[in-house]
């Protein structure tokens, strides 16, 4: 026994369920060890929604099986197993110890919290890059590097370059533009409805999952029942040959619509599994373009979905890794207002605040346009803490991990980088909704009004914005004509919604759900 060599520790997280990764290539099956573990740190360091709990426990749990049927020893340690240590740094220490391990191979983490720890913990690590990005962090500094501004537009005409994705045979945009965003934003017409949302039946892996999660973490907010999320490589597969079937042809008009009982429209619902490894971006890449070259779907539906992954998903991820741990703390605006209450219910008469809402909390998903325009936009209007919001979409979605949600909810939500992602705020009022919902139809305020009691909350509240905000914004070109509109009014109307505006804030710091 002392002529064997000590096995090297490789260590797969929650995020990283992918047969692709280097630390796989740099291991021996026949010496090594993986070791995956349910922690509770992980579990709890926000309020996880208990579908991404279970969506990340047991889709762990079904990779370590597939891993040993390739002939890996995993060590796999269960939240409830004895002498669980609760966090991955005191995982990976008793392991190392168990197995006398004297190298630790690991991919990069997904969040800088985890991996500072990680890199703080003096063990012997041997760092891998994670190739399931086409951008490394590296490459991506370099490309920041001398930049005054990181426009993700610029980034994304590169990264359509190097991958060689919907170009014409002399390197041109296909169609002749490298962006079809105008031909995104159609609202839903009336007798549109999206297709059938496929659903997979928990197996007992899955199933047992569940009841651990009902039992362990019945204080968080969201639903366990219902789970029918894909936990496999296969079923992931599968629900994006849906999305390809019967999606992707209507995505590119209506990705910005939002409709009553429509939680998931053309959308593909695959964010959740791509975010953990169950899906690789390259293919769904080619499968997307490949369907646009054959003629089954047309070109702005392939552009706008294959921008939303090689643009903006990389795009933020390198701007996390470029700007961490300072772009946590920023605060442009200086917001220090609570958030509401509702945001964990859904208990509010805003409609659309109380369908965006009551849908996450059921399904822990909601779309961009959801996130964006409406909850995001609430608390952008509202001045809610940056911190706050950012932990509320870190909990509640399913795809959520902080190199996505920070980058999204600090910068393009909440403007709170001053404009170091977005050249503007993305704020609106009432209107918009009405014009790309059908939501205002069924809600208690009168979205045509503003100062009245019955008016719109977010119509005072987005003149509120700017009016108290004009300092920092009104010399923003792209901010000129909204200005302007506001100059228009007369004194008595500006003077009317800033006092709406006033007394809806008051109400809200009073703990009224409005």
Known sequence: MSGLQAPRLGLLLGDQLSFDLDLLRALDPARDVLLMAEVRDEARYVPHHPRKIILVFSAMRHFAEALREQGWRVEYVKLDARGNSGSIVGELRRWCRKLGAEQVHVTECGEWRLEQAMRE?????AWHRDRRFLCSREAFARWAQGRKQLRMEHFYHGMRKRNRLLLEPDGSPAGGSWNYDKDNRKPLPGKVHGPFALAFKPDAITREVVALVRER?????????????PVTHAEAQALWQHFLDFGLGAFGDYQDAMAEGEPYLFHARISAALNIGLLDVRQLCEDVEAAWRRGAVPLNAAEGFIRQLIGWREYVRGIYWLRMPEYAGLNAFGNRRALPAFYWNGQTRMRCMAQAIGQTLELGYAHHIQRLMVTGNFALLAGIEPEQICQWYLAVYMDAYDWVELPNTLGMVMHADGGYLGSKPYCAS????????????????????????????????YWHFLMRHRQQLGRNPRMVMLYRNLDRMKEARREALWHRGEALLARLDAGDPL
């Open 121 to 125: 913990s003096g063990l012997p690590l």
């Open 217 to 229: 973490f019945v204080d968080h907010y969201g639903t366990v029942e219902g789970f029918d999320y």
């Open 430 to 461: 009432g209107a918009y909704i009405r014009r790309m919902s059908d939501h205002c139809g069924h809600c208690e305020y009168r979205v045509d009004h503003a100062v009245e009691e019955d008016g719109c909350p977010f119509n005072a509240l």
